[in-house]
């Protein structure tokens, strides 16, 4: 499989806008609140560091095999950015990921998020959907499941792997 460059993808409600450095500054503010890292670790990070983080994520990861994969999350209604969506693609695999600040939690917009990515990876030929949650983190697992990924027995680094295989 080709490798996947990261295009706009729109939902109902949201626009998936490609990763850039000019969302840094708004992006730290909506993932300013300490509590995003409970499950996900680390720490919030200006406005500085996040740009430095998104230019290194734009350059892509240096093996002609491996996609990154990033979008900020646009909900249209608000005109503003919400959250994150990514995805690791290698061959027919890929890793995906969410994460919406704390304002706009609890509206569907993780889901609606995860659901476009998951149609859009589907679209580029990927096959195998991986997801890994920790198992207190009951709303990142009903975003799983409701972009149609399944809990599986696996574990890695003490989360739950979640799985969707595409017919």
Not at 38 to 47: C, H, L, V
Not at 63 to 92: H, I, K, M, P, Y
Not at 121 to 147: E, F, K, N, R, Y
Request: charged share 20%; aromatic share 6%; net charge negative.
């Amino acid at each position: 499989m080709r490798g996947v460059e990261a295009e706009v993808i729109a939902t109902e409600r949201l626009t998936l806008l490609p990763l850039a450095a000019q969302y840094a500054e708004e992006m730290a503010e909506v993932l300013g609140d300490s509590r995003l890292h409970d499950f996900i670790g680390g720490t919030p990070q200006t406005p500085q560091g996040l740009r430095a983080r998104y230019e290194r994520l734009v350059a892509g990861s240096g093996d002609a095999a491996v996609s990154w994969c990033n979008w900020v999350v646009r909900l249209e209604s608000a005109d503003c950015l919400t959250g994150t969506v990514q995805a690791t693609v290698v061959g027919g695999r890929a890793e995906i990921a969410w994460v919406v600040g704390t304002p706009w939690q609890g509206q569907g917009i993780a889901t609606e998020a995860a659901r476009g990515l998951v149609g859009w990876l589907c679209a580029q030929g990927v096959t195998t959907l991986v997801a890994h949650i920790h198992p207190d983190h009951l709303a990142s697992a009903a975003v799983a499941a409701g972009a149609g990924l399944t809990a599986t027995d696996e574990w890695d680094d003490g989360e739950r792997r979640w799985r969707l295989i595409a017919g």
